[in-house]
């Protein structure tokens, strides 16, 4: 009888084992990242009943140059994801929990192939100055291998915006291999 529960025992450790070493994650080499940094000003008077979007209009990729620096051919690229997205008031003017939903999209600059790159659903009521949006899992190197894009922030209020206020976006893409 001790025998059998032990043989069961053993059986299931050598199963736990095995099946840890099968559950590996993949993951992805990122040969560079592009950074952006930029500036969105959100003015006082917003109701809660509209989508309010904040467009950045030709940005600059700067695929080419990051290609030259870190010495990549564009064939050992397989995708160009997004990675960290940052959006936070850097004057303490602003608290995020007035905003219920808020999305990040991303395209070429005639606002083709439009692709949402970070998201966040539901804002929690205790967001302070700093939100950490979701990053999507698309592939946007249509977009990112172009000399420009667009950027829009879409915002949806769960309460009226009095003041006028400065958030600052940053976010990057990984150049995946």
């Known amino acids: 009888m001790i025998s059998l529960i032990l043989r069961n025992r053993l059986l299931g450790l050598f199963l736990i084992t095995i099946s840890s070493f099968a559950c590996t994650k993949n993951q992805d080499e990122i040969l560079f990242k592009f950074e952006y940094d930029q500036f969105i000003v959100v003015p006082g008077g917003l109701n809660t009943l509209e989508t309010y979007s904040f467009v950045l209009r030709e940005l600059p990729t700067n695929y080419k140059a990051l290609l030259n620096t ?6 050992a690229i397989t995708a160009i994801k997004p990675g960290a997205i940052r959006l936070s008031d850097e004057f303490n003017q602003f608290d995020f929990s007035r905003i219920e939903k808020i999305s990040l999209l991303m395209s070429k600059v005639g606002f083709q192939n439009e692709v949402e790159i970070g998201y966040l659903e539901e804002v929690p009521y205790s967001s302070a100055n700093i939100l950490q949006l979701f990053p999507t899992l698309v592939d946007t190197r249509n ?3 172009q000399e420009k894009f667009n950027v829009k922030l879409k915002i949806k209020l769960r309460s009226f915006l009095t003041n006028t206020t400065n958030m600052r976006l940053r976010f990057t893409l990984n150049a995946i291999r």
């Open 70 to 75: 870190f010495q990549v051919d564009t064939a």
């Open 143 to 145: 977009i990112t291998s």
